[in-house]
């Protein structure tokens, strides 16, 4: 599997390494060669205290680990929550988290911002959930832009996420972008091409690069169906990345998936000097 030189790769310490506390995921990262890591929301709260934010960041920095991805507050996700943003009477807890996302992008240079969309809600007219969408990820895009953010919007692998989450083929997300883009004038918006995602609700990925590459801000990686590491899966990997060339993509490949078994032996498709850092290891 070639895989182009400008390619650069992060890991998802959300969901890899969770053999080890969160605090301490950066620095096995690190161990194995990564120094760019991105995360989902790695508070239980919309606004975690001062020494929880400090803590976090100095994971990074002790180790030398660059945050390049950060997701937005998004409810309680291991309850079945996929973010807040179209839920009515959640607004303060957004922006307030909004705070704390913009306070760690000042000490981290983390510019790239995950916004899940949220479920559709019984009772609810999905217009109204639309409306506030659009405000939200609005105020939020202008806020981020003043410091040269990117508000990334992805649709999510239907199921397993939920029976209710309207965002599952790049084109509703390329569409909520120029929606939110016409209506609030952020031009700040993104699509995220997580190949997992895209791939289990039908869409073909290479097509998606092939035609939308300019519009993505992000790309994530899984294996599918399973969303383990590539090689486990169906998915045409070598076709991907060879998409990712031919369009000149240099941005960051999150590695966001489930390893099958330990994370370290997961990682042993990708050679460890891709991995950044020639991979060295640890900056001391």
Known sequence: MMIDDRVRFDINLS??????????RAAAAADHGFDAAEFWWPFNEPVPN?????????????????????????????????????????????????EVLTA???????????????QRIAGIEPERQDELAVENLGLIADTIATFGGTLLIEPLACGEN????????????????????????????RLLADVYHLTSNGDDVVDVLRYALARVGHVQLADAPGRHEP????????????MLSQQGYTGYVGLEYRPLNASAESLNWLPRERRGRNGEGKTQ
């Open 50 to 98: 001062d020494a929880q934010v400090d803590a976090f960041v100095a994971s990074l920095d002790d180790v030398g680990v660059r945050l390049v991805g950060l997701n937005l507050f998004a409810g309680n996700m291991p309850g079945g929550d996929r973010s807040v943003v179209s839920i009515p009477g959640q607004e303060k807890a957004l922006r307030d988290s909004v």
């Open 15 to 24: 969901i890899m390494f969770t053999e080890l506390p969160l605090l301490e």
């Open 162 to 189: 939920g029976d209710y989450y309207p965002l599952l083929a790049a084109a509703d997300a390329l569409g909520l972008c120029d929606r939110v883009t016409e209506e609030t004038g952020a031009e700040n918006l």
């Open 231 to 242: 090689g486990t899966g169906s998915v045409d990997f070598g076709a991907v990345f060879a």
């Open 104 to 118: 760690i992008a000042a000490r981290t240079g983390c510019r790239s911002f995950n916004a899940l969309y949220g």
